[in-house]
């Protein structure tokens, strides 16, 4: 069955810092990956997709990730994370038939001034 | 920015009573998905639909939610008896299709006391 892993909980950086969120899944083909940023009282909203083609795929406000087969993963990064960063980041794969789509547990980002 | 409306943005129940949501998705989006998101921001997935049919559900849905798409009208979801265990932030999200990139409402965040 497809899953998806965000082994940190929380995550925190100092601003201007370098970022990187883990996520891995567990999915036989080859799966539709996404990863998602939700602000305080608000849903959610899509930062990148992967399918097919490079496996580096940009995103939204300078987010980033990198789709690496062989280790099933699908790991946002960031340069230089600014203070409007903080917020849970949510990895999510679609794969198989009905739709379904799978979330992680979610990464809390804290950015400190 | 997403166009799926959710409403109402809170509600409060007392146990044993009928909870209901709506949700618009986004114009001309076959596909609909509510999930629940607890307090520890776990979502957990509750049905999904296309073009007003049921593709999905987990057995929780089946038993004690009521939900439904028609055509032309909100989609809803309604609890029939509500349980201490309900509270969450029920978000609905709508796609143009499989595995495509999900738009969420912000949110109906139901207490049950």
């Known amino acids: 069955a497809q899953s998806v892993t965000q082994p940190d909980a929380r995550v925190t950086v100092s601003e201007g810092a370098s970022l990187q969120l883990r996520c891995k899944y567990s999915y036989s083909g080859t799966p539709y990956l996404f990863w998602y940023v939700q602000y305080p009282r608000q849903g959610l909203q899509l930062l990148l997709k992967?399918?097919?083609?490079?496996?580096v795929v940009q995103g939204v406000n300078g987010f980033e990730a990198e789709f690496i087969k062989s280790n099933s993963s699908f790991h946002l990064r960031k340069a230089s994370v600014h203070w409007s960063d903080s917020a849970m980041y949510f990895c999510a794969v679609s794969a198989g038939s009905n739709n379904r789509i799978f979330f992680g547990d979610g990464t809390q980002l804290v950015v400190k001034p | 920015n997403s166009k799926v409306i959710q409403t109402p943005r809170y509600l409060v129940k007392g146990q044993g009573q009928k909870a209901k949501m709506r949700c618009i998705p986004e114009?001309?989006?076959?596909?609909v998905f509510w999930y629940q998101q607890n307090k520890n921001n776990e979502f957990k997935f509750l049905i999904n639909?296309?073009?007003?049919?049921?593709?999905?559900q987990i057995d929780m849905t089946e038993k004690r939610f009521s939900a439904e798409c028609p055509s032309n009208s909100p989609c809803s979801l309604e609890i029939q008896s509500s349980e201490a265990g309900d509270s969450a932030l029920y978000l609905c999200?709508?796609?143009?299709?499989?595995?495509?990139?999900?738009?969420f409402g912000h949110g109906t965040k139901l207490s049950v006391l």
């Open positions: 639909f296309q073009n007003q049919e049921v593709l999905q």
């Open positions: 992967y399918y097919s083609g490079d496996p």
């Open positions: 999200a709508s796609s143009a299709g499989q595995n495509e990139r999900l738009f």
């Open positions: 114009k001309g989006h076959p596909v």
